[in-house]
Structures are given as C-alpha cells and as structure tokens.
C-alpha cells in the first residue's frame, strides 16, 4: 500500500487541500475545490495535478499554442515500469479529484 500525504495547493488566489502519493518513479500531486458553480476564474471550481520524476525513463514538455502561451504539456515513459507508474500517478490524481468533486 501506498502512503498518501495531505498537502495544499494554491491556484489562482484559492487555497485548498491536495493529495500526494510516491509510486516506482513518480510523485504525484492532485486535488480541487469541487464544483463551485461558476465557469469563470473568479467564480468557478479550481484543480491542481503535479507529477514529479523520481527517476526512470521520463519527459515531461510543455505544449505551446500560436502565441508562445503554455496550454497543455505531453509525458512519455519508457519500460513497463514507467507505463505503470504513469497509470498508477494518472489513476490516483483522477481519484482524488473525482472523491473532492462529491
């Protein structure tokens, strides 16, 4: 079993809880406010996902649009360890996520 650490993010002027897991090569980071009933910035939800190498064959890059502005980013891993650490990392950030949104 995995140890899952409580931590706290900030997005955008809003504290909240988060929670953290290590599995074989990754750190994991995820966490949100919940549904907050507005689909803008000042009023909506907010979410956090940080997931840091712990070594292995990783990448992690940012994606760019037309104006240089960062929009999404692209992870690969290499081996079937590294397949099933990003499995393991994504599965548990959606978890904590979705367990928040209730």
Not at 17 to 42: D, M, P, S
Request: glycine letters at 14%.
């Amino acid at each position: 079993m995995y140890a899952i650490r409580e931590k706290h993010a900030c997005v955008n002027g809003v504290l909240f809880k988060t929670f953290e897991r290590k599995t074989a090569g990754l750190r994991i980071e995820a966490g949100t406010t919940g549904f907050k009933g507005g689909k803008k910035r000042g009023r909506g939800g907010r979410a956090f996902i940080s997931l840091e190498s712990l070594g292995g064959d990783f990448c992690f890059l940012p994606m760019f649009d037309e104006k240089k502005r960062v929009v999404g980013f692209e992870i690969a891993a290499s081996g079937d360890d590294g397949v099933d650490a990003v499995r393991k990392a994504l599965n548990f950030a959606c978890d904590a996520i979705h367990d928040q949104c209730l």
